[in-house]
């Protein structure tokens, strides 16, 4: 496979579960994003990650838990979400962390639905 | 961060040309702008970027005038396929982009 691949690319979930998202980045890059996109809101930047470490953490709750165990794969671990977490969550990844200069590359995103 | 303001929303039929305007009046001088294109359910993908005059690709022109204060991307001959939001982002640095809410493009038959 090339590019950015997502796992999985829809999940129905209750507030109790606990679950993962997972994604994977086929280009050699180093850095890479989890976005959170609700209906009809734009994209929204919940964590950055540069050679494996956490760089940026844009005031997410804790029920969101990012893993990043090397530079081609990401985790977002979710546990006793709200209803309001529905959203579609896009990973991304770029060469290096993000410059102006670089285009970022989006996976197919993973359509989440909170009951 | 500059701030970037799109129309909503375009309409178009096919085979015409499209032109979306973005405003950055706050454009900072090693700010690059770049647009991407987003269809329903699925990850923005890059079309374009630059940082003065015009840059063409195989998909679109962009042009950018002296002042740097605004940028229009066009779509040369639209087809339905065009239909997707189309965001203008401008960013400089180690700076995250920030998408705004983007140009709802449609095009019909």
């Known amino acids: 496979e090339t590019g950015v691949t997502q796992t999985p690319r829809h999940l129905v979930m209750g507030m109790t579960n606990k679950k993962s998202l997972k994604c994977e980045q086929h280009l050699g890059h180093n850095a890479m994003y989890w976005y959170k996109q609700s209906a009809k809101k734009p994209l929204e930047l919940m964590f950055v990650y540069n050679f494996k470490e956490q760089t940026e953490n844009n005031s997410v709750p804790s029920r969101f838990s990012p893993e990043c165990p090397n530079s081609s794969h990401l985790f977002l671990h979710l546990h006793t979400l709200q209803p309001e977490d529905s959203a579609l969550y896009l990973c991304?990844?770029?060469?290096?962390?993000?410059?102006?200069?670089?285009?970022?590359?989006f996976g197919p995103g993973t359509r989440l639905t909170v009951l | 961060l500059a701030k970037t303001t799109q129309p909503i929303s375009m309409d178009s039929y096919e085979g015409q040309e499209v032109n979306i305007t973005c405003s950055h009046n706050?454009?900072?001088?090693?700010?690059?702008i770049t647009w991407y294109q987003q269809f329903p359910s699925q990850g923005p993908r890059f079309i374009i970027q630059g940082y003065k005059t015009k840059v063409t690709n195989e998909v679109a022109s962009l042009f950018i005038p002296a002042d740097r204060k605004s940028s229009t991307l066009s779509l040369p001959r639209v087809s339905l396929s065009d239909t997707a939001v189309y965001y203008c982002?401008?960013?400089?640095?180690?700076?995250?982009?920030?998408f705004g809410k983007g140009t709802m493009l449609l095009v019909s038959p």
């Open positions: 991304a990844s770029s060469q290096v962390l993000l410059t102006s200069e670089n285009e970022q590359f």
């Open positions: 706050n454009i900072a001088t090693n700010d690059y």
């Open positions: 982002l401008v960013a400089s640095g180690y700076s995250t982009l920030t």
